[in-house]
């Protein structure tokens, strides 16, 4: 089955301190794995995806094919950050539809 | 650049009517998609277009929902009629081709009562 996990619901932490949000997932092939992010009363939006190898506002992910989790990682958060996090898949063909998991709220207190 | 439009932003209906979303994508974007987020669970596929032909439509729930992009412009996502599981969000994603990135709209907040 194609699955997206992300275990938390709600991950609060504090300005300065590091953030890892978690990601699973489960598919027969090879995926490609994005993060899509999206700021209160705005749209979502691609924030990485894995084949690029970018860091984006100071996030990175790494794909662990062996474990099958993408996890988004930041060293230091900012009150910026806070927002809604989902990590996405897709397959590699014609229609490369996103199955997304149910999202991660990332709250950064100051 | 205009992004990607939907209309209306948020509408509230009865059980047994029928509402028409609409979606216009960014000029020049081939790649239409349709996603819904019902309460509490995650973001889910409806149905993919290529200019004006259903590339895939695995996701649509049931026949009560009927999609089309005539002229392969705007598209048009009606629900007929509408029944209370119908609530919900519906995003709209437009992307060059099957490999570049897809840029969403604001989504249509739909609510059945």
């Known amino acids: 089955a194609q699955r997206v996990t992300q275990p938390e619901k709600l991950l609060s932490v504090f300005k300065g301190a590091p953030v890892e949000l978690k990601c699973n997932y489960s598919?027969?092939?090879?995926?490609?794995l994005f993060w899509y992010v999206q700021y209160s009363r705005q749209r979502l939006q691609l924030l990485l995806r894995?084949?690029s190898r970018e860091s984006i506002k100071g996030f990175t992910a790494d794909l662990n094919k062996g474990e099958t989790s993408f996890h988004l990682k930041k060293p230091f958060a900012q009150e910026e950050d806070s927002a809604m996090y989902y990590c996405?898949?897709?397959?590699?063909?014609?229609?490369?539809?996103?199955?997304f998991g149910t999202g991660t709220l990332l709250a950064v207190q100051p | 650049e205009a992004g990607v439009t939907q209309f209306p932003s948020h509408s509230v209906i009865e059980k047994g009517q029928t509402v028409t979303l609409r979606c216009d994508p960014i000029?020049?974007?081939?790649?239409l998609y349709w996603y819904r987020r019902v309460m509490g669970k995650e973001i889910k596929f409806l149905l993919h277009f290529v200019k004006e032909s259903k590339q895939d439509e695995s996701g649509m729930p049931n026949n009560r929902f009927l999609a089309e992009r005539t002229g392969g412009t705007y598209s048009t996502l009606k629900v007929q009629p509408a029944e209370l599981e119908d609530s919900g969000v519906y995003f709209c994603a437009s992307s060059k081709g099957p490999s570049y990135e897809q840029y969403f709209g604001p989504g249509t907040r739909l609510t059945v009562t």
């Open positions: 000029s020049g974007h081939d790649n």
């Open positions: 894995h084949i």
């Open positions: 996405a898949l897709s397959g590699r063909g014609a229609t490369n539809k996103l199955i």
């Open positions: 598919y027969s092939g090879s995926p490609e």
